[in-house]
């Protein structure tokens, strides 16, 4: 999903020129520090900023020097992400969102049960 996610981002311009497609950096957890994911995003010259998950960094580091490097990560910016979580949590929360009753034209009776 996360290619189709960046696929559809548009970020007006405060002046003139058309909107911006690619952000400045992708900052997700470690469900997403998959090869294919980084190799997307590095195609499109965005930064990942995205933890290295714990069994992929014991088998890099079995590997001993022909494990590579571990991906950069940028800790400060990383430290931000909770701010997009809390909002998600806050919108879940919702409940006139979450169940919709607020879209009803006309009141609907509680149900009786004997």
Same mark, same amino acid.
């Given at each position: ?9 548009? #970020? ?8 911006? =497609? ?26 990942? #900023? ?7 960094? $014991? ?7 022909? !494990? !590579?490097?571990?991906? $950069? ?10 701010? #997009? ?5 806050? =919108?879940?929360?919702?409940? $006139?969102?979450? =169940? ?7 009141? #609907? ?6």
């Amino acid at each position: 999903m996360l290619t189709e996610v960046l696929a559809d981002i548009r #970020v007006p311009r405060l002046g003139p020129g058309r909107a911006r =497609t690619t952000p400045d950096a992708a900052i997700a957890d470690r469900a997403y520090a998959t090869g294919p994911v980084r190799k997307h995003l590095r195609s499109r010259g965005i930064k990942a #900023v995205i933890p290295e998950k714990k069994d992929s960094a $014991a088998a890099r580091q079995r590997r001993g020097s022909a !494990g !590579g490097r571990p991906p $950069a990560l940028d800790a400060q910016t990383y430290k931000r992400r909770n701010v #997009v979580e809390r909002s998600f949590a806050l =919108t879940k929360q919702w409940r $006139a969102l979450a =169940t919709r009753y607020d879209c009803e034209d006309e009141m #609907v009776p509680p149900r009786i049960v004997v």
